[in-house]
């Protein structure tokens, strides 16, 4: 099926068919490529929230918290205390412990191997010039709760900055009229690192992690996803605090030849249609139609076996699953970059070939036995990237942003004598007279 025919076979809810080229593209696929990166009524709640939650304080995120999640919580209860850790870990299965400890270890090994190192170089006349650097003080990760407990979020963001060394790791997570949190999300954030939790979400927990409280301080830098709301608020609270990026709903591109397995491309699409904002993105790029045609059969197929059958429709009513034939599989690849995904995987033959090709993507899957949920969960990568397009411009989350970055100059004499003119001329070209005397002056 195509995307030009009649509106009538569209109906089915299938996932449409269309063609794409270098030269010519289609309203269908400029559709499917536009995705807003910001949310105007988002903007205006986050704006009204957080201007009060900076007026009124903690009252202000506990009325939000009660309005918006039901949550009737005081300063003393909105904080998740040793006991409830303690209950929380010892109501999960063993099985999950040990899911949770494979997680955290495989994290940590890539966050360690990633973490840039102290240097220094010599200056080339008795000095040396180098970078240090140091962790921040206290940060805050959001791990999202609502259609999901995503615990493997918290160990995504928190194993990042235990291990860039962060002292103080303060976690916010929505917990619902129970007041309760998913225990095997807080065994998570324990294992994790976290120091501080708090039965927090959506626009009052950035408020909170932004600007603090009499008992709460503030942090230096927010991370983690989150919904509309959530990203809206990050967004508004950066320049108080330092934030990771401005990230959206989930999406996946799949470039794949006709050695692909239909029925393991269909499932690895669907595997980021069941996240629930109804925005979510999945693409198939292929130079083959008979594939294309394969994995339309197979969604229809798996679809009805999903427990969250009803929200994957939900987002292919919104045009969320595109498959796309190319004249080649370069041309595929090509209209990949343009979308700049979250995820993309490669699934044609000697994908090792074409990783050199892709310039925008927030991680990347090579090959057939690497689905996108093993970086989700468990390979050791952080799974917070870039979605909506940002990829052309931004990375996902390390280690390394927990640390501050230093340049390191030590001169010499010589050093600051071969420097002298530079300094000098740059002065007197910019107007700059103090900053040329200060160089000069040590020469008197």
Same mark, same amino acid.
């Given at each position: 099926? *195509?995307?030009?025919?009649?509106?009538?076979?569209?109906?089915?809810?299938?996932?449409?068919?269309?063609?794409?080229?270098?030269?010519?593209?289609?309203?269908?696929?400029?559709?499917?490529?536009?995705?807003?990166?910001?949310?105007?009524?988002?903007?205006?709640?986050?704006?009204?929230? +957080?201007?009060?939650?900076?007026?009124?304080?903690?009252?202000?995120?506990?009325?939000? !918290?009660?309005?918006?999640?039901?949550?009737?919580?005081?300063?003393?209860?909105?904080?998740?205390?040793?006991?409830?850790?303690? %209950?929380?870990?010892?109501?999960?299965?063993?099985?999950?412990?040990?899911?949770?400890?494979? %997680?955290?270890?495989?994290?940590?090994?890539?966050?360690?191997?990633?973490?840039?190192?102290?240097?220094?170089?010599?200056?080339?006349?008795?000095?040396? +010039?180098?970078?240090?650097?140091?962790? +921040?003080?206290?940060?805050?990760?959001?791990?999202?709760?609502?259609?999901?407990?995503?615990?493997?979020?918290?160990?995504?963001? @928190? *194993?990042?900055?235990?291990? @860039?060394?962060?002292?103080?790791?303060?976690?916010?997570?929505?917990?619902?009229?129970?007041?309760?949190?998913?225990?095997?999300?807080?065994?998570?954030?324990?294992?994790?690192? @976290? *120091?501080?939790?708090?039965?927090?979400?959506?626009?009052?927990?950035?408020?909170?992690?932004?600007?603090?409280?009499?008992?709460?301080?503030?942090?230096?830098?927010?991370?983690?996803?989150?919904?509309?709301?959530?990203?809206?608020?990050?967004?508004?609270?950066?320049?108080?605090?330092?934030?990771?990026?401005?990230?959206?709903?989930?999406?996946?591109?799949?470039?794949?030849?006709?050695?692909?397995?239909?029925?393991?491309?269909?499932?690895?699409?669907?595997?980021? !249609?069941?996240?629930?904002?109804?925005?979510?993105?999945?693409?198939? !790029?292929?130079?083959?139609?008979?594939?294309?045609?394969?994995?339309?059969?197979?969604?229809?197929?798996?679809?009805?076996?999903?427990?969250?059958?009803?929200?994957?429709?939900?987002?292919?009513?919104?045009?969320?699953?595109?498959?796309?034939?190319?004249?080649?599989?370069? $041309?595929?690849?090509?209209?990949?970059?343009?979308?700049?995904?979250?995820?993309?995987?490669?699934?044609?033959?000697?994908?090792?070939?074409?990783?050199?090709?892709?310039?925008?993507?927030?991680?990347?899957?090579?090959?057939?036995?690497?689905?996108?949920? !093993?970086?989700?969960? %468990?390979?050791?990568?952080?799974?917070?990237?870039?979605?909506?397009?940002?990829?052309?411009?931004?990375?996902?989350? *390390?280690?390394?942003?927990?640390?501050?970055?230093?340049?390191?100059?030590?001169?010499?004499?010589?050093?600051?004598?071969?420097?002298?003119?530079?300094?000098?001329?740059?002065?007197?070209?910019?107007?700059? $007279?103090?900053?040329?005397?200060?160089?000069?002056?040590?020469?008197?």
């Amino acid at each position: 099926m *195509t995307t030009n025919q009649p509106q009538a076979q569209q109906r089915n809810n299938a996932a449409p068919i269309t063609t794409w080229s270098p030269c010519r593209s289609s309203p269908a696929i400029d559709l499917f490529l536009q995705r807003p990166a910001f949310d105007p009524a988002a903007e205006q709640a986050a704006a009204t929230l +957080l201007a009060d939650i900076r007026k009124r304080g903690i009252t202000a995120i506990l009325d939000a !918290a009660k309005r918006f999640d039901g949550a009737s919580l005081t300063p003393a209860t909105m904080h998740v205390s040793q006991r409830e850790l303690d %209950a929380a870990s010892a109501q999960i299965p063993s099985s999950v412990r040990r899911a949770v400890r494979d %997680a955290h270890r495989r994290v940590t090994t890539f966050a360690r191997a990633g973490l840039r190192r102290n240097w220094r170089m010599p200056s080339g006349n008795g000095g040396w +010039l180098g970078e240090q650097f140091t962790p +921040l003080d206290r940060v805050g990760v959001y791990v999202p709760g609502g259609t999901a407990p995503l615990a493997s979020t918290a160990i995504m963001t @928190a *194993t990042l900055a235990q291990v @860039a060394g962060v002292r103080e790791i303060v976690a916010c997570t929505p917990c619902g009229v129970s007041r309760q949190v998913n225990p095997v999300l807080l065994h998570a954030l324990q294992v994790a690192g @976290a *120091t501080e939790i708090y039965k927090v979400g959506g626009i009052q927990a950035i408020g909170l992690m932004a600007f603090g409280t009499r008992t709460v301080q503030p942090v230096q830098k927010i991370v983690g996803p989150g919904n509309a709301f959530v990203t809206a608020a990050k967004r508004q609270v950066f320049g108080y605090v330092a934030i990771d990026q401005v990230a959206g709903p989930s999406e996946i591109a799949i470039l794949a030849d006709r050695s692909a397995n239909p029925a393991w491309v269909a499932a690895d699409l669907l595997s980021q !249609a069941e996240h629930g904002s109804g925005h979510e993105r999945a693409l198939l !790029a292929t130079p083959s139609k008979a594939l294309a045609q394969a994995v339309q059969k197979e969604l229809e197929r798996q679809i009805p076996l999903l427990s969250r059958a009803a929200i994957v429709r939900r987002m292919m009513a919104k045009n969320g699953i595109l498959l796309v034939v190319t004249p080649k599989i370069d $041309d595929a690849l090509e209209l990949c970059n343009q979308f700049a995904p979250e995820h993309l995987e490669l699934m044609a033959q000697q994908p090792e070939r074409l990783v050199p090709q892709v310039r925008a993507a927030g991680a990347i899957f090579v090959g057939p036995w690497t689905p996108e949920p !093993a970086g989700d969960f %468990a390979a050791g990568p952080s799974h917070v990237l870039p979605t909506g397009g940002a990829a052309r411009m931004f990375s996902g989350l *390390t280690a390394d942003d927990f640390r501050r970055r230093s340049s390191i100059i030590a001169f010499k004499r010589r050093d600051l004598e071969k420097t002298r003119a530079t300094i000098e001329t740059f002065g007197a070209v910019e107007g700059l $007279d103090a900053h040329a005397r200060s160089a000069s002056i040590r020469f008197s």
